[in-house]
C-alpha cells in the first residue's frame, strides 16, 4: 500500500489550496511504502530510441507484466485520492500500457546509473533501441502544480540496466 507524505511545507500548500489561496506553486511529495521512501523495480520494453525535445531525453516504453501495471494503477489510485478537489489528475500511462521514461539529467550526465554507460550529449549513441528490455529501478512520487490545477505522478530513476533491441534505419528520402 502506497502513501504519499505531505511534509510540513507540502502540508502548508495544500491547507492554503484548501483555503481559497492563489498559488503560483509545484510540490513534490515522494510516495512511502510503510515508513520509507518507495523503491520499486520493473522490466519494461523499449518502443523507440532514445527521443530528443525541447522537454528533453526519453523512451516510449511498455510495461511488460500486469502486475507492473497493477502496481502503477495503485500508485495513480492513492495519487488521485491525495490531492484537493479542484485539481486535475494526469495519468503517466498511455493507451496500451506505455509510457515515456523520462532521463533527467544534471550537467552533462544522466541523473540514473545507466548500464552500459551513455551520455545525454550523444543520445544517438545510446545502447536503447526498439525491442531493448530496460530493467528500470525508481522511486514514484506525486506533483501538483496548483497554479495549473494539474498533478500526477512522476518517476525519479536510480538504476536503468538495458539488454538488447534494433536500432532503426533511418531512410533518406
Known amino acids: 500500500m502506497f502513501t504519499f507524505k505531505f511534509n510540513p511545507k507540502s502540508q502548508s500548500l495544500l491547507d492554503d489550496y484548501n483555503n481559497g489561496k492563489t498559488l503560483d506553486a509545484v510540490d513534490f511529495i515522494n510516495a512511502a511504502d510503510g515508513r520509507k521512501t518507495s523503491i520499486l523495480e520493473f522490466e519494461?520494453?523499449?518502443l523507440s530510441d532514445v527521443l530528443t525535445?525541447?522537454?528533453?531525453?526519453?523512451?516510449?516504453?511498455?510495461?511488460?507484466?500486469?502486475?507492473?501495471?497493477?502496481?502503477?494503477?495503485?500508485?495513480?489510485?492513492?495519487?488521485?485520492?491525495s490531492i484537493p478537489e479542484g485539481i486535475d489528475f494526469k495519468s503517466i500511462m498511455l493507451p496500451e500500457?506505455?509510457?515515456?521514461?523520462?532521463?533527467?539529467?544534471?550537467?552533462?550526465?544522466?541523473?540514473?546509473?545507466?548500464?552500459?554507460?551513455?551520455?545525454?550529449?550523444?543520445?544517438?549513441?545510446?545502447?536503447?533501441?526498439?525491442?531493448?528490455t530496460l530493467a528500470i529501478k525508481l522511486s514514484p512520487g506525486l506533483f501538483i502544480n496548483y497554479e495549473n490545477?494539474?498533478?500526477?505522478?512522476f518517476f525519479s530513476y536510480k538504476n536503468i540496466s538495458i539488454d538488447g533491441g534494433k536500432k532503426r534505419a533511418v531512410r533518406k528520402r
Do not use: W
Not at 521514461?101 to 551520455?119: G, N, Q, W
Open 44 to 46: 519494461v520494453e523499449s
Open 53 to 81: 525535445s525541447e522537454f528533453g531525453h526519453s523512451v516510449l516504453c511498455k510495461f511488460i507484466t500486469d502486475e507492473a501495471v497493477a502496481i502503477v494503477e495503485e500508485l495513480e489510485e492513492t495519487a488521485r485520492n
Open 97 to 132: 500500457d506505455k509510457f515515456f521514461l523520462k532521463l533527467a539529467k544534471t550537467a552533462d550526465k544522466y541523473k540514473a546509473v545507466i548500464d552500459p554507460e551513455m551520455t545525454p550529449d550523444a543520445p544517438e549513441k545510446s545502447a536503447i533501441h526498439s525491442g531493448s
Open 149 to 153: 490545477k494539474q498533478a500526477g505522478i
